[in-house]
């Protein structure tokens, strides 16, 4: 399976930007979908997740109310609506996706298919 991820660029702080992640192909592996981010000189960490089917969507505390993960299942493809940017979302975002228990839906051990990355710049 392979994850393609669009949408990322340069934007000011308070503006607003759209990822999304396209599969390959759908497969039994698969369950959930995520977006993760690394800012220079730290560590990857989780940003959203979302199951497939159903209703389910997960938010890291510092982007609740900001950014919102979404997906079109005929499309096999998943966003990430990102409003209100600050400086600090400044990064590179990763999706990924994969058959997660429930205590690792927020862990990138979770998820065993990665997308490439899509830069994300907030000036201040």
């Known amino acids: 399976v392979q994850l393609q991820a669009s949408g990322g660029g340069l934007v000011q702080a308070g503006g607003s930007l759209r990822l999304s992640c396209t599969t390959s192909?759908?497969?039994?592996?698969?369950?959930?979908m995520a977006w993760f981010r690394q800012a220079p000189g730290k560590e990857r960490e989780f940003v959203a997740a979302?199951?497939?089917?159903?209703?389910?969507?997960y938010y890291a505390d510092s982007v609740k109310g900001r950014l919102t993960i979404s997906r079109n299942n005929a499309k096999d493809t998943v966003y990430l609506q990102m409003n209100s940017l600050k400086p600090e979302d400044t990064a590179v975002y990763y999706c990924a996706a994969g058959r997660p228990i429930v205590s690792s839906k927020t862990h990138d051990r979770g998820y065993v298919y990665w997308g490439q990355g899509t830069q994300v710049t907030v000036s201040s």
């Open positions: 979302t199951r497939l089917f159903g209703s389910y969507t």
């Open positions: 192909e759908r497969t039994s592996d698969v369950s959930a």
